[in-house]
């Protein structure tokens, strides 16, 4: 959705206990590719697919990204410094809506966290919960549709972890994909499940 031209603006932010504040803005091509060539070119990024990808090439797959009438790009923000990149898009309009009967509320979504400088407990966790809550935040958004490689186990941990329900697996060009669901209730269930831990890792704590 078209961003090529706007001026780099905070449009959601979360605070994080004992982290600080999260931000998310629209991707800012020029300002942007950079840091995006660096983390998509690493190892850690392997089912990003982009690893071969030249500097014009990542720039170029990224200004048709905004360009497009379903499809946006993210960066997340904490202290000043970009932490992930997320890609936002409507499912209904995506090549994946061949692959299930996708719903005018569906929100597909791909997530990269950058490259780990310092070691912070649940630092993927506040960067995926900020993300979701988001996306869910826009009312026309009922239900978040993901489908990560097969052989991806992290993002799988971390999906479920947040509620998605895991569908079936589809060979979609690129990959063997998991096809994973989660709606707000969904998401709801999985952060009480988490306030839950926190509670019984608080009072391990304290015995």
């Known amino acids: ?20 504040d999260i931000h998310l803005r629209l ?35 990224y200004q048709e990204i905004i360009e497009s009438d379903h ?17 936002r898009y409507h499912a209904l309009k995506d090549p994946i809506s061949a692959y299930y009967k996708a719903e005018k509320g569906d929100c597909g979504m791909h997530v990269l966290v950058s490259p780990v400088k310092k070691k912070i407990p649940n630092f993927t966790w506040h960067v995926f919960s900020t993300i979701l809550e988001y996306l869910f935040s826009d009312s026309q958004t009922d239900r978040i549709v993901v489908e ?32 994973a669901f989660c709606d707000k209730k969904g998401y709801e269930k999985a952060l009480l499940l988490e306030e839950d831990k926190n509670i019984v890792h608080k009072t391990k704590t304290n015995d």
Not at 29 to 53: F, L, N, P
């Open 1 to 20: 959705m078209n961003n090529a031209v706007i001026i780099p603006t905070t449009i959601f932010s979360k605070t994080i206990k004992g982290l600080g």
């Open 27 to 61: 991707l800012d091509i020029e300002k942007d590719t950079e840091t995006i060539y660096d983390w998509v070119t690493r190892s850690y990024a392997t089912y990003w697919g982009m690893q071969e990808h030249t500097l014009e090439e990542v720039r170029l797959a």
């Open 71 to 87: 499809h946006d790009a993210f960066i997340g923000i904490l202290n000043n410094q970009p932490i992930f990149l997320m890609e």
């Open 148 to 179: 990560p490689d097969v052989r991806n186990e992290k993002i799988h941990t971390l999906n479920k972890r947040a509620g998605f329900k895991y569908h079936k697996e589809v060979e979609l060009p690129h990959k063997t994909a998991a096809l």
